[in-house]
């Protein structure tokens, strides 16, 4: 009986919490899971994140769904007879034709968002209808939900989200200047993600502009002649028009494409190019990269918002409810 009590305690204190966490020992002295979480942060985040997303988009797809049942079942329809007369039936061509011409003849992909298509070709175009139907659809949802109690118990993981303090940076702000707290887009000229995440970029500017102050930091292994020349812009007060020159360049951006730009943005021609081969210029984009590099951040594009960071890829409206919430409240 003794033997057998002996062996119950020696499971139960090898199966409690304690021993549990004890992931590894280096002579004697334990390696625990909240050290190895710890370390791995930013990286569990980012996949608690991607499954949080995954199941509040099929969670939210789900409920319009329920509700959009309810109302059919309400009017004595089936559901796809109620979405044919609600939703399908008004997908017309000349509202495909006009949707085209507002997205420039080339609509993007849902779920990647340096890809786009074509509207000329029957892909493209097939996509495209496929996309409007999507956002009726949600729409339809939307203004149904109005009508029921819907509570959303489901936990998200931004208590866990990731903290950077880019207050060393040495960039230019626009926006309210004076405000404690910005948006800040890490990136390069070089990353068509970054890219992509640029209409993103104006898009928070236009709502928050009075409120926040906004930056774009620069981020590479090393100083590139891009980021050289946006901060030579930036020594005669023309850092945001060369940005947005680099931003939108579709060609190799070199020494020639940089010394163009300054010319046409009537720089200081001679001064500009001093101060791209300047080593004090290149020393501060390196130490803004080194900031970066400090707070764990590796990727590019981030957005850090209020100092918390948001990796891509980009969700609009969570970025837009976190900045309601958490920064304006």
Same mark, same amino acid.
């Given at each position: ?30 390696? @625990? ?58 997908? @017309? ?116 502009? @009075? ?57 200081? @021609? ?60």
């Amino acid at each position: 009986m003794r033997f057998q009590l002996f062996c119950i305690a020696t499971v139960l204190t090898a199966c409690s919490p304690q021993n549990q966490n004890i992931v590894a020992t280096i002579d004697g002295k334990p390696i @625990t899971m909240q050290q190895i979480d710890a370390m791995a942060r930013n990286q569990l985040f980012s996949m608690l994140e991607s499954i949080y997303q995954i199941r509040h988009n099929v969670l939210d797809e789900y409920i319009n769904q329920l509700v959009i049942n309810i109302e059919a079942e309400n009017k004595e329809l089936s559901y796809n007879d109620y979405l044919e007369l609600n939703v399908y039936s008004k997908i @017309t061509d000349s509202l495909v034709d006009d949707k085209a011409e507002k997205l420039g003849g080339y609509v993007p992909d849902r779920t990647d968002f340096t890809r786009r298509y074509d509207c000329s070709t029957t892909f493209g175009r097939a996509y495209l209808v496929e996309s409007l139907c999507r956002q009726m659809v949600s729409d339809l949802a939307d203004s149904l939900r109005k009508h029921h109690s819907i509570n959303i118990m489901l936990q998200s993981p931004e208590p866990m989200r990731p903290r950077a303090d880019l207050s060393k940076l040495k960039i230019s702000h626009k926006g309210n200047l004076n405000a404690e707290k910005s948006i800040v887009l890490v990136g390069s000229y070089a990353c068509d993600g970054c890219k992509a995440a640029w209409p993103l970029f104006n898009e928070l500017f236009e709502l928050y502009g @009075t409120k926040l102050k906004f930056g774009f930091c620069f981020y590479e292994g090393v100083p590139s002649v891009a980021s050289l020349a946006a901060k030579a812009a930036e020594r005669q007060g023309e850092f945001w028009p060369m940005h947005y020159t680099l931003m939108a360049a579709e060609t190799e951006i070199d020494t020639a494409f940089v010394i163009n730009c300054a010319c046409s943005q009537n720089l200081d @021609t001679e001064t500009f190019v001093a101060d791209i081969a300047n080593p004090d210029l290149a020393a501060e984009v390196a130490d803004n990269i080194q900031v970066i590099n400090n707070n764990n951040i590796t990727e590019e594009p981030t957005f850090v918002i209020g100092g918390r960071v948001f990796y891509a890829p980009f969700d609009a409206e969570a970025i837009k409810t976190y900045i309601e919430k958490k920064l304006l409240k």
